[in-house]
């Protein structure tokens, strides 16, 4: 069993798939702090987890001037380096440890949604494969530069750096995915091989020894126990890159889905989810004041700007509290966490109505806002699933 050596796990999560292991924490537990313990953090694994030894871990990094053509693989490997990373030791003076709050976000979250409308491929995540951590560890831009990619790497055509992951599947293929070369070596992009979360070692399921943490971008781009980083002409040519994690139109089906015809998703779009509702019938006669909490996020370094709470189904809308995180003045690229948010009803707002049908939406510093329907925007692999977050809650019996 390949699974034989998996981690242990909190007994809080709601399990998607034990083999590999897929789960959410429940909303309730996940607002309840902007930065989501280590034990709660969402995981996300499409093979087993490797028992990655810290004295046998070597990070390789490869700069690949030739050029793959036509998605073949045809580069050799030019100006090959080896470094010793991970952990505390070993020669990491040459560059700085840097420390990142950042939101990562499964591009399946909310993908129950999807379901509802027309099945489709994929976990069934209701609106909790998201968390935010404290990412410690050193800038991939210095690795780059120390590692001979050089600042005017335009010039030699590298367009893209590649993560490759050290958990294999039984036909020994790795994860791997890609990034574009100018968010890796942007010194705003943020973008890290950490080895701390939250101020403790990486651990296993999030990566151990070292993850690649990629603010803003998808969690899929987010490598793993990273075992290599390529800075490459082309694309990761993995499946996770060109055959998975891509979005189509809702008449694409997978008798016609034309995949390189579509871009890697990289940003995520403005999302929010609903948490918690408090009140309503819960334990009374009449409906009582209700309390409404969530996130909401935006990838690409967009802060969330405002978030909007209706209770009539979208007619009438207020602004909801942002409670921690969010939009800052001045700041228009380097919002890398989530906002929480919370929304108080009082009981005079309620009055003759028999339900609240709770609609949300978020807007982003981009003023990007979600779609209004799912349907319109239902995709055969059931990704970026960001249309309004809508409960109803009865009030009187
Ligand atoms: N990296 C490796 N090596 N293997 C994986 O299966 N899953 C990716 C990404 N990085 C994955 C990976 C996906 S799809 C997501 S959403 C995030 O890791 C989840 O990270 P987490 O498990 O730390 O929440
Ligand atoms: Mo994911």
């Known amino acids: 069993d390949p699974y034989a050596h998996e981690p242990e796990r909190h007994p809080a999560f709601k399990i998607n798939t034990l083999k590999p292991f897929n789960a959410e924490p429940p909303g309730a537990l996940l607002v309840d702090s902007f930065v989501t313990p280590n034990a709660l953090f969402f995981k996300r694994n499409h093979l087993p987890v490797p028992d990655v030894k810290e004295e046998d871990y070597l990070l390789e990094v490869e700069r690949r001037e030739e050029g793959r053509e036509g998605g073949r693989e045809g580069g050799r490997e030019g100006g090959r380096e080896g470094r010793r990373e991970g952990g505390r030791e070993g020669g990491k003076d040459e560059v700085v440890e840097h420390t990142v709050t950042a939101t990562m976000q499964c591009a399946g979250n909310r993908r129950t949604l999807i379901h509802e409308v027309k099945h489709v491929k994929g976990l ?20 780059l530069l120390w590692a001979g990619v050089p600042e005017e790497y335009e010039r030699l055509g590298l367009a893209h750096v590649h993560f490759i992951g050290l958990d294999k599947d039984i036909s020994n293929q790795t994860y791997e995915a890609s990034i574009p070369i100018n968010k890796a070596v942007d010194p705003r992009g943020d973008v890290l091989l950490a080895f701390a979360m939250n101020g403790q070692p990486i651990p296993r399921d999030h990566g151990y020894p070292v993850r690649a943490v990629v603010p803003g971008i998808v969690g899929a781009r987010n490598v793993k126990w990273v075992g290599k980083v390529v800075a490459s002409k082309s694309e990761s040519q993995g499946f996770w890159q060109q055959r998975d994690y891509k979005n189509f139109s809702p008449s694409t089906d997978w008798d016609n889905v034309d995949f390189d015809s579509a871009p890697a998703i990289q940003d995520m779009p403005i999302q929010s989810a609903i948490a918690t509702v408090e009140g309503g019938l819960e334990g ?5 004041p209700l309390t409404i909490k969530g996130y909401a996020y935006s990838g690409g370094g967009r802060g969330v700007a405002r978030v909007d709470v209706s209770i009539d189904g979208g007619k009438t809308w207020e602004p909801a509290t942002i409670k921690e995180g969010g939009w800052k003045h001045g700041d228009y690229s380097r919002s890398w966490t989530w906002a929480l948010w919370e929304h108080f009803v009082p009981e005079e707002k309620l009055e003759g109505l028999t339900e609240a049908d709770i609609c949300v939406k978020a807007t982003d510093t981009s003023y990007n806002v979600q779609p209004e329907s799912i349907e319109a925007y239902w995709n055969l692999r059931g990704v970026l699933a960001n249309c309004w977050a809508r409960q109803k809650v009865a009030l009187r019996k």
């Open 284 to 288: 009374e006669e009449e409906g009582g």
């Open 124 to 143: 069934s995540w209701t609106g909790f494969a998201i968390s935010n951590a404290e990412w410690t560890g050193v800038k991939l831009r210095d690795v």
